[in-house]
């Protein structure tokens, strides 16, 4: 059976600091990742896709930059944390020829 | 584009009564739509999905929905609430061509009182 990983659960991080959020998925084979990020528990911001490895998709312009380096793992990076990075981030995949999205159990940031 | 509409933050109903949450969608062409659940702190959890067929759609723990294609809607619903039920509660879409990323909802949060 197909599960996804993210680490850490959560993470407290001083502005200005480096971040790396790590999503691994396990039991399939090129699935489409995607990263979103919750705001005070409601609505869900899609802040980038990728189809393959190296394939990137930014939909929000922003402080945040994202990495697929294998087939089955998605990174999301910051080079500078800013107060309003702070949040839920989830990572979700679809398999092909499947259409719902699965997510991750999501990480916890606090940027203070 | 494609975008869902929830247009309740919140549903209040009493344990043992029927619930809907609401939702309306717009794309271009036929849609496959989704409803998905969060618990604090959690990821979310697929509940059902519409992509053809019977227009009434059964899922997880007892809830449904039923697609309306005239009024571009995808109510959910359960005829029972139970307080375990309490929780937030997203609508999704995305249309049947092409590989593109669902569109959420913001969100409903649905309050079982007992």
């Known amino acids: 059976s197909q599960t996804i990983h993210q680490w850490p659960a959560t993470l407290v991080q001083p502005v200005g600091s480096p971040l790396s959020l790590e999503c691994t998925v396990e039991?399939?084979?090129?699935?489409?990742l995607y990263w979103y990020r919750q705001a005070a528990g409601r609505g869900l911001q899609l802040l980038f896709y990728?189809?393959?490895?190296?394939?990137i998709s930014s939909e929000v312009p922003q402080n945040l930059s994202a990495s697929r380096p294998q087939d089955r793992q998605f990174i999301l990076s910051s080079k500078k944390l800013l107060l309003s990075d702070s949040g839920f981030y989830l990572c979700?995949?679809?398999?092909?020829?499947?259409?719902?999205?699965?997510f991750g159990p999501g990480t916890r940031l606090t940027v203070l | 584009a494609q975008s869902v509409a929830q247009p309740e933050d919140q549903v209040n109903v009493a344990e043992g009564n029927p619930l809907t949450v609401k939702c309306t969608y717009s794309?271009?062409?036929?849609?496959?739509l989704f409803w998905y659940v969060q618990y604090p702190n959690r990821g979310l959890q697929f509940l059902l999905k519409?992509?053809?067929?019977?227009?009434l759609v059964k899922g997880s723990y007892g809830f449904e929905a039923e697609f309306n294609k005239s009024q571009t809607s995808f109510h959910l619903k359960k005829p029972s609430a139970l307080v375990s039920d309490s929780a937030l509660y997203f609508c999704?879409?995305?249309?049947?061509?092409?590989?593109?990323?669902?569109?959420f909802g913001k969100g409903t949060r649905l309050s079982v009182i007992a």
């Open positions: 519409y992509i053809t067929g019977d227009n």
């Open positions: 990728s189809v393959g490895i190296g394939q």
């Open positions: 999704a879409v995305r249309p049947h061509s092409g590989n593109t990323p669902l569109v």
């Open positions: 794309v271009s062409g036929n849609p496959y």
């Open positions: 039991g399939t084979s090129n699935p489409n």
């Open positions: 979700a995949w679809i398999v092909r020829g499947y259409n719902e999205q699965f």
